[in-house]
C-alpha cells in the first residue's frame, strides 16, 4: 500500500501501534529511546527494530525476537547479518526489510498493521519508509549524527529524505531543532527529560553507594554516560590533577575511543558500564556532577540527557559552554568556558555548593518527566493523524 494512500477508515488516533527503528540497541545505555518507547507501550502495541554488528561466524542473515517481562506490549526485533554481507549496503537495506516483513507476516501477524512508523535511525530509510504500510512517519531527531565519529557519509542524504518525508519531527536539543525545522514545517524542540523518582533515590538515606566508589578519597568529582569523542580528555586530566587528595569517577562504557589512550592518575578511575538502577548511588557518592563536555563537532547539537539526572540527585553540577546546555539550564548548572574555570567551579562545588542551584535543579527536574513529554509528543501525534484523515476523507 502507498504510505500515501492509506484509508481513512484504517487510522487510528489513540491505540496505533508503532514500529521504532533505532540505532541503539534497547539492551545498551538507558537513554532517550528506551525513556519514550516504555513509556509509549503503555498505551501502544510498539515493534523495536535494532540492527546489531555483523557476525563473522554467521552465514545468512537471522532475526531474532521477545518481549522483555516488564514492558508486556513491546516486541524487540534483533536483526544481525553476517560479515561478509554488511558492506553491500543495497543488500543490507533490502534484507533488512524482508526480515521485518517475514516477521509481520508470522509472529507479529495483525498486532502492527496501518502503524506509525518512528525513527531514530536516518540509515533505516531506504529499507523501511513507505515500506510498511504505515500511516503516520515520525522523525525523533535526538542527536545530529552525521557529526559523530564513524558516521557513515550517506547519512546526510538519507536523513533529508526522512525529514522531508515525516509527517511529524521531534528534536531533543534547541540547536537542533533551530537546523531541522528548516526542512520540515511541523517540528517541535522537546528536550530530554527525567524519571524523577528514580535518581531522587540518591537523596535517600537508605540508598546504598556503591563500594568502589564510597572506598574512594573524597571529595569525589564523578560522570557517567557514555565515553567517546565528546568527552575533554585533556580537561579530565587536569580536573585530577588540581584534585590530588580526591578522586575523579567516570562510569559509563567506552565508545568509539581507544581504552588505551585514556589518561591515567592514581586518582581518576574509569569504572567501566554500570545499570541503570545503580545511578543513583553513583550520584548519592559524587560530591559534584561533572559534564566535561570537548567543544567540537561531535557536542555543537547536544541536550546532555544526564543534565536533568543529577539535577534529581540534588547535586551541584559543572559543565563546558556546550551551547545547549548555556542556553537551557544556566541557572542550574555553572559553566566553565576554560579548563581553569572548569577545575575552580568543581573546587568550589566540592566545598560550598550553591544550595540555590541545587534548589533550582531540583524544581527543573519535576517540571520535565518523561511521562510529561510523552503525553505532549502522542498529542503532535494525534493531532497530524487527525489531518491526515481529513485530508483524505476531503480527498
Known amino acids: 500500500m502507498d504510505r500515501n494512500h492509506a484509508s481513512p477508515r484504517d487510522f487510528n488516533t489513540s491505540s496505533y501501534p508503532i514500529i521504532v527503528h533505532c540505532h541503539l540497541c534497547w539492551d545498551w545505555v538507558w537513554q532517550?529511546?528506551?525513556?519514550?518507547?516504555?513509556?509509549?507501550?503503555?498505551?501502544?502495541?510498539?515493534?523495536?527494530?535494532?540492527?546489531?554488528?555483523?557476525?563473522?561466524?554467521?552465514?545468512?542473515?537471522?532475526?531474532?525476537f521477545r518481549t522483555p517481562d516488564n514492558l508486556p506490549n513491546l516486541t524487540l526485533l534483533r536483526l544481525q547479518f553476517p560479515s561478509w554481507r554488511w558492506s553491500d549496503a543495497d543488500y543490507v537495506d533490502r534484507t533488512?526489510?524482508?526480515?521485518?516483513?517475514?516477521?509481520?507476516?508470522?509472529?507479529?501477524?495483525?498486532r502492527f498493521e496501518n502503524a506509525v512508523q518512528w525513527f531514530y535511525d536516518p540509515m533505516a530509510v531506504p529499507a523501511f519508509l513507505g515500506h510498511m504500510d504505515e500511516t503516520l512517519t515520525v522523525y525523533d531527531c535526538m542527536d545530529e549524527l552525521s557529526?559523530?565519529?564513524?558516521?557513515?557519509?550517506?547519512?546526510?542524504?538519507?536523513?533529508?529524505?526522512?525529514?522531508?518525508?515525516?509527517?511529524v519531527v521531534f528534536t531533543g536539543g534547541r540547536k537542533l531543532w533551530e537546523s531541522k525545522k528548516l526542512s520540515n514545517n511541523n517540528c517541535h524542540f522537546y528536550g530530554c527529560g527525567v524519571e524523577v523518582d528514580h535518581f531522587a533515590k540518591a537523596r535517600n538515606a537508605e540508598t546504598r553507594i556503591p563500594e568502589e566508589l564510597a572506598k574512594l578519597p573524597k571529595p569525589v568529582l564523578g560522570y557517567f554516560g557514555v565515553v567517546d569523542e565528546r568527552m575533554d580528555y585533556e580537561l579530565v586530566a587536569k580536573l585530577a590533577d588540581a584534585n590530588p587528595n580526591g578522586s575523579v569517577a567516570i562510569v559509563g562504557p567506552v565508545m568509539k575511543v581507544d581504552p588505551n589512550s585514556l589518561p591515567q592518575r592514581p586518582n581518576l578511575h574509569w569504572l567501566g558500564q554500570r545499570q541503570y538502577a545503580d545511578l543513583p548511588g553513583f550520584c548519592k557518592g559524587f560530591d559534584a556532577c561533572l559534564m566535561p563536555f570537548a567543544l567540537n563537532e561531535s557536542t555543537e547539537f547536544i541536550n546532555p540527557t544526564k543534565a536533568l539526572e543529577y539535577m534529581a540527585s540534588g547535586r551541584p553540577i559543572i559543565s563546558t559552554a556546550v551551547p545547549d546546555v548555556v542556553s537551557n539550564f544556566n541557572s542550574v548548572v555553572k559553566v566553565g568556558r576554560s579548563h581553569d574555570e572548569f577545575v575552580q567551579l568543581c573546587r568550589e562545588a566540592a566545598e560550598n555548593p550553591d544550595a540555590g542551584a541545587v534548589e533550582r535543579g531540583l524544581e527543573m527536574a519535576g517540571r520535565n518527566t518523561w511521562e510529561s513529554i510523552v503525553s505532549q509528543l502522542e498529542n503532535h501525534i494525534q493531532a497530524a493523524l487527525q489531518a491526515k484523515r481529513s485530508s483524505e476523507v476531503s480527498a
Open 96 to 110: 533488512r526489510r524482508e526480515l521485518v516483513q517475514e516477521f509481520l507476516r508470522g509472529p507479529g501477524r495483525g
Open 147 to 167: 557529526q559523530f565519529r564513524g558516521a557513515p557519509p550517506e547519512i546526510r542524504v538519507r536523513e533529508a529524505a526522512l525529514l522531508a518525508a515525516a509527517d
Open 32 to 64: 532517550r529511546p528506551q525513556q519514550f518507547v516504555s513509556r509509549l507501550s503503555q498505551r501502544h502495541p510498539i515493534l523495536f527494530v535494532e540492527t546489531i554488528a555483523p557476525d563473522p561466524d554467521l552465514v545468512t542473515p537471522i532475526a531474532r
